[in-house]
Antibody
Framework: QVKLLQSGAALVKPGASVKMSCKAS????????VSWVKQSHGKSLEWIGE????????NFNEKFKGKATLTVDKSTSTAYMELSRLTSEDSAIYYC??????????WGQGVMVTVSS | DIQMTQSPASLSASLGETVTIQCQAS??????LAWYQQKPGKSPQLLIY???SLQDGVPSRFSGSGSGTQYSLKISSMQTEDEGVYFC?????????FGSGTKLEIK
């Protein structure tokens, strides 16, 4: 069965960076795009960007360009997202998802990032 | 970006009741719409894609319809396990955008 296992919660200081992981299993990792989604304060969802593991091609929401960096390690079927220059506005839960056509058919369990001094 | 407007923001329904949630896009999205359910403390789960196709494993009491800019999600007989927040999402144009969510509770 398809699973996306994300890394644990992170507490980081303002101005720092955080890198989170998303390990895929149960399907061919290189066949599907992986998207990342932000959920702030239990509210709605924002699409951050996506990466195609086979080629490393990426697409980003303009709002998150310069904030998020997406990478993959094909050898371990793991996708990564690094968020830089963190502020309190970046405190949120971040999900990785598998993309089927244009929809998000499997989601990781989420990573809670708290930015606080 | 395409704006997705969901209504209502919240509603409560009795067991067995039919529930309908609406989603309006700011432009024609040609059925490029999905619905997700999020239970408390859990990740969202895909229910409906392509406006009306049921994701594998989703109970048949869920259905989606609509076209153009207007879409709806119907739960034909409300069950306890259907409590949660429901989001619509357009996938026609980048960036994919989501509605603000509808919180569904048991009355």
């Amino acid at each position: 069965q398809v699973k996306l296992l994300q890394s644990g919660a992170a507490l980081v200081k303002p101005g720092a960076s955080v890198k989170m992981s998303c390990k895929a299993s149960g399907y061919t990792f290189t066949d599907y795009w992986v998207s990342w989604v932000k959920q702030s304060h239990g509210k709605s969802l924002e699409w951050i960007g996506e990466i195609y593991p086979n080629s490393g091609a990426t697409n980003f929401n303009e709002k998150f360009k310069g904030k998020a960096t997406l990478t993959v390690d094909k050898s371990t079927s793991t996708a990564y997202m690094e968020l830089s220059r963190l502020t309190s506005e970046d405190s949120a839960i971040y999900y990785c998802t598998r993309v089927a056509a244009i929809f998000l058919d499997y989601w990781g369990q989420g990573v809670m990032v708290t930015v606080s001094s | 970006d395409i704006q997705m407007t969901q209504s209502p923001a919240s509603l409560s329904a009795s067991l067995g009741e039919t529930v309908t949630i609406q989603c309006q896009a700011s432009e024609d999205i040609y059925s490029g719409l999905a619905w997700y359910q999020q239970k408390p403390g859990k990740s969202p789960q895909l229910l409906i894609y392509g406006a009306s196709s049921l994701q594998d494993g989703v109970p048949s009491r869920f259905s989606g319809s609509g076209s153009g800019t207007q879409y709806s999600l119907k739960i034909s007989s409300m069950q306890t396990e259907d409590e949660g927040v429901y989001f619509c999402q357009q996938g026609l144009k980048y960036p994919p955008t989501f509605g603000s969510g509808t919180k569904l509770e048991i009355k």
